[in-house]
């Protein structure tokens, strides 16, 4: 008898391939923001690129490769080292709202992915300072490099 098990929010919207078109849109963005762009620790988008898709994979219920390679999420620890502010926020926003337009899911699926795209970004904000103004680390933040692979 074959295995009858409830498909994934993954699955449904068409597996790794939406979730690496998603990601690269996003990151397109990202190269042109010249307030984002500047947080990434590395020159090159694309490790930034592979780490956040193996996120968002298994948040959905594809394969667990994110937790395997980077252990527990913790994200809004993860987030502290970077001026993460409403601009910064929106600016994000943004860019994945155009990532998420690109994909044509269907309105249902769209709609379930982006509300939590925009809880996960309001939860993330860990300062209330202008961008430049501010100090580069938020108060209480760690100052031990976030990736220490790559450090
Ligand atoms: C609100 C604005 C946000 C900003 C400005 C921001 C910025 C950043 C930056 C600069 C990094 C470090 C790049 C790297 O080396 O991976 C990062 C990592 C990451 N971000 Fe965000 N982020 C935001 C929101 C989010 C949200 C909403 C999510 C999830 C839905 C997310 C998921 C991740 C993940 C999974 C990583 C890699 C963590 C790791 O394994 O080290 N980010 N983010």
């Known amino acids: ?20 078109r998603l990601v690269d849109a996003f990151y397109r963005g990202v190269a042109t923001d ?3 762009k500047p947080m990434y620790p590395e020159e090159d988008l694309g490790p930034a690129a592979v780490r956040l898709t193996m996120f968002l994979e298994q948040y959905w219920g594809g394969p667990s490769a994110y937790s395997e390679q980077r252990g ?23 860019h994945m709202h155009a ?6 899911l269907s309105p249902l ?5 982006w509300d939590y795209l925009q809880r996960a970004a309001h939860a993330m904000v860990n300062t209330f300072e202008p961008t430049g103004i501010g100090p580069s680390r ?10 220490p692979d790559t450090a």
Do not use: C, I, K
Request: negative net charge.
């Open 1 to 20: 008898m074959t295995e009858v098990r409830p498909s994934s929010f993954y699955d449904e919207v068409g597996g790794h391939d939406t979730f690496v």
């Open 34 to 36: 010249e307030v984002l």
């Open 72 to 94: 527990h999420p913790r994200l809004r620890m993860r987030h502290m080292p970077f001026h993460v502010n409403p601009d910064a926020r929106d600016r994000w926003l943004a």
């Open 99 to 104: 990532a998420v337009d690109e994909l044509g």
């Open 109 to 113: 699926h769209e709609a379930t992915l």
């Open 138 to 147: 938020p108060a209480g933040s760690s100052a031990l490099p976030v990736h």
